[in-house]
């Protein structure tokens, strides 16, 4: 079965410091893999996605198939990314988005 | 554009009631998608609706269905409401096409009493 995992729903860092945002997934074949945002009182958005290599907002993901992961970085977190992260996948040839439970980021000034 | 607007955006029901859940997708979609976020959840996927039809089903029981409209609006309707369907509800509108980017909605806050 397709599963997402977010280890972590919580974490903490102050301004300036380095994040990542794990995520692991289970998947046979090969997913497409997403990085969604919930800022406050805003609607769910799109991050990233794996198949575009961008990076948006300083934020990257890489996926490693190795290690069925496709953790979210960035190298100096600022108080304005602070928010509800989510990772999904989508299974191959359907649009049926799998979230994990999410990861809340705080940044402390 | 308003992008993705849902309705209401909060409702209270009581249990064994049924509600309707209405979407508007982004302008130019024409896929819509609904999910299920219960509290300190990730969105769970219900269904898709593309062409009016139900193109794709998550797990979840007959008692939630759904409808397309020809203006690419959809309703959510869950019968004999549990209290376990107290939710948040997301809608989603896409592209047609396979695994294009999808927005949400604000959602709407369903509270089973």
């Known amino acids: 079965a397709q599963r997402v995992t977010q280890p972590e729903k919580l974490l903490s860092v102050f301004k300036g410091a380095p994040v990542e945002l794990k995520c692991n997934y289970s998947y046979s074949g090969s997913p497409e893999l997403f990085w969604y945002v919930q800022y406050s009182r805003q609607r769910l958005q799109l991050l990233l996605r794996?198949?575009s290599r961008e990076s948006i907002k300083g934020f990257t993901a890489d996926l490693n198939k190795g290690e069925t992961s496709f953790h979210l970085k960035k190298p100096f977190a600022q108080e304005e990314d602070s928010a509800m992260y989510y990772c999904?996948?989508?299974?191959?040839?359907?649009?049926?988005?799998?979230f994990g439970t999410g990861t809340r980021l705080q940044v402390f000034p | 554009d308003a992008g993705v607007t849902q309705s209401p955006t909060h409702l209270i029901k009581t249990r064994g009631q049924q509600v309707t859940l209405r979407c508007s997708p982004k302008?130019?979609?024409?896929?819509v998608s609904w999910y299920q976020q219960a509290l300190g959840q990730g969105p769970q996927f219900i269904f898709q609706?593309?062409?009016?039809?139900?193109?794709q089903r998550g797990n979840f029981p007959d008692r939630f269905s759904g409808h397309q409209f020809p203006n690419y609006s959809s309703e959510l309707n869950v019968n004999a409401l549990l209290l376990g369907d107290s939710a948040l509800y997301l809608c989603?509108?896409?592209?047609?096409?396979?695994?294009?980017?999808?927005?949400f909605g604000q959602g709407t806050r369903l509270t089973v009493v």
């Open positions: 302008s130019g979609h024409d896929t």
């Open positions: 999904a996948l989508t299974v191959y040839n359907t649009d049926k988005l799998i």
């Open positions: 794996h198949i």
């Open positions: 609706y593309y062409e009016e039809e139900e193109r």
């Open positions: 989603a509108s896409s592209l047609g096409q396979r695994n294009t980017e999808a927005f």
